[in-house]
């Protein structure tokens, strides 16, 4: 598990013969000790991973395999809801507690396992979740009841807690800052290919053996992407450990929190993955009954559209380049709109268009936010990075329950009008943002033309 401005930290190309000092600087001591080591910037920049330089191909595929299996696995059971149901005599709402309890239980973890990452190391850390997890992963198909298996959901969200934010952390650290945006991109986009390999493979091994065996298919993946993940991910160079002090950890999260661009950076991630959730927890109940009647199967195989949204946070970094932050969450944010009106027509093809939209604009937009959040973040990155990992997740596990509890009393319409009412969200906070930018120019401007030859974490915004 997938980057205009905003009112949130935007990457803007200024004219400057030399990198972002805020970026780019390594931070005091006295920092550190506060933020912890992700707020080490390390040493020389030459000594950064980026594109052909050693070590930088082996770390995009670790990364690319661990977002593959965190995907995966979270959202294991979001294409077999109408199976589960059937099967263990639970509604819609009910039902969706299998993917809500997962992304719910993340969110209230990512922030603590975060803290530990601070002190054992972001890549310990990726590499005790996904291990959790993926032995927690091959046991969900054994489960005897909802009741278990929501319980035993929760637990492997709470593993998996430990990978999104550690992730984050360990790029923005490791990698060069103008590659930032690529790298993270590419995290983004194994989100977005196990989100679709999950679903297609549940799909048609559901439809042929039963929803047991779908999740002990997905159990084997996620383990070989995390043996592949061990083997290849780079030993960080620019890690510094620090001690456990929960007081200085609330002290950066305060920190963070009084921050208006990190908030409504916050505030778009949460917005963007309940339009998200909503939709994909609730398409496989839409497209099993009238007027589709489509099987298990093909109803998996529609996840084959997460291809588009590897395409659009893989090219996040392109767009915000050309169109700034917020062109590029402006784009992001219409053609997410125009999905999900397109999926009201009771015609496949346009329910297809319209999901396409909806997985190109919300990838787009979610890289977008998500690298922001690393660039903004000069001091305590780790934390920076849980906060909206637990924004996004709280997102997903409210547009789950929200989305099954519309669609219940309204139908497909009744959740559409939640996603629309959460992109009106998103445009909302980006108008604020931009219209409290031009009040206040940002500490990071730079009065300059336009050119493609540094970043600026906060000009424009």
């Known amino acids: 598990m997938p980057p205009a401005s905003t009112g949130a930290a935007t990457i803007t190309v200024v004219a400057s013969p030399q990198p972002s000092p805020a970026a780019d600087a390594p ?40 977002g593959v299996a965190t995907f995966a696995l979270l959202y294991s059971t979001q294409a077999l809801l109408p199976a589960v149901s059937a099967s263990l005599g639970a509604t819609a709402g009910q039902a969706s507690w299998t ?6 239980a993340l969110a209230l973890c990512v922030l603590p396992l975060s803290a530990l990452s601070e ?48 992730a984050m952390a360990y790029l923005a650290e490791e990698v ?28 048609w091994i559901a439809q042929l053996w039963g929803w047991r065996a779908a999740l002990g298919a997905v159990g084997l993946l996620a383990a070989a992407c995390a043996v592949a993940f061990h083997f290849m991910i780079p030993k960080a160079r620019h ?23 990190l908030r409504r950076l916050y505030a778009i991630g949460a917005l963007f993955m309940t339009v998200f959730g909503a939709v994909y927890t609730v398409i496989g109940y839409r497209l099993v009954a009238e007027p589709f009647n489509l099987p298990q199967g093909v109803v998996g195989s529609i996840f084959l559209v997460y291809l588009v949204g590897t395409v659009s946070s893989a090219a996040a970094g392109k767009l915000v380049a ?19 009106l397109f999926s009201l027509a009771d015609d496949v093809a346009l329910v297809l268009l319209g999901l396409v939209l909806i997985t190109a604009g919300f990838f787009a937009g979610h890289a977008v936010a998500s690298s922001a959040v690393s660039r903004t973040a000069t001091k305590g990155r780790a934390q ?32 559409v009008s939640l ?20 009040r206040r120019p940002g500490p990071g401007s730079v009065p300059a033309a336009p050119t493609a030859t540094s970043v600026s974490p906060r000009h424009g915004t």
């Open 27 to 66: 931070v005091p001591a006295a920092a550190t000790a506060v933020a912890g080591p992700a707020a080490t910037a390390g040493p020389a920049e030459p000594d950064r991973l980026e594109p052909g330089r050693p070590g930088y191909r082996r770390m995009s595929f670790a990364l690319f395999a661990a």
């Open 99 to 104: 993917v809500s309890a997962a992304t719910g």
């Open 119 to 166: 002190r054992f190391g972001r890549r310990q850390m990726m590499t005790a979740s996904l291990t959790v997890a993926v032995l927690v992963g091959l046991l969900v198909p054994f489960a005897p009841s909802l009741g278990w298996l929501v319980a035993l959901r929760a637990v492997q969200g709470a593993a998996l807690a430990g990978l999104p934010a550690s």
């Open 176 to 203: 060069r800052p103008k590659a930032l945006v690529a790298a993270i991109g590419l995290f983004v986009a194994g989100n977005s290919i196990g989100g679709m390999s999950g679903r297609i493979l549940t799909g």
């Open 239 to 261: 890690f510094t450990p620090g001690s456990l002090n929960p007081k200085a950890v609330a002290r950066t999260v305060r920190g963070h929190l009084a921050d208006p661009l």
């Open 322 to 340: 050309r169109l700034g932050r917020r062109g590029a969450l402006y784009l992001a944010v219409s053609t997410t709109a125009a999905g999900l």
């Open 384 to 415: 920076a990075s849980a906060l909206y990992q637990s924004a996004y997740y709280l997102g997903s596990s409210a547009g789950g329950t929200l989305g099954a509890v519309a669609f219940h009393a309204a139908g497909w319409s009744g959740t």
């Open 419 to 438: 996603g629309l009412l959460a992109v009106l969200g998103v445009v909302t906070v980006t108008l604020y943002g931009s219209r409290a930018a031009r």
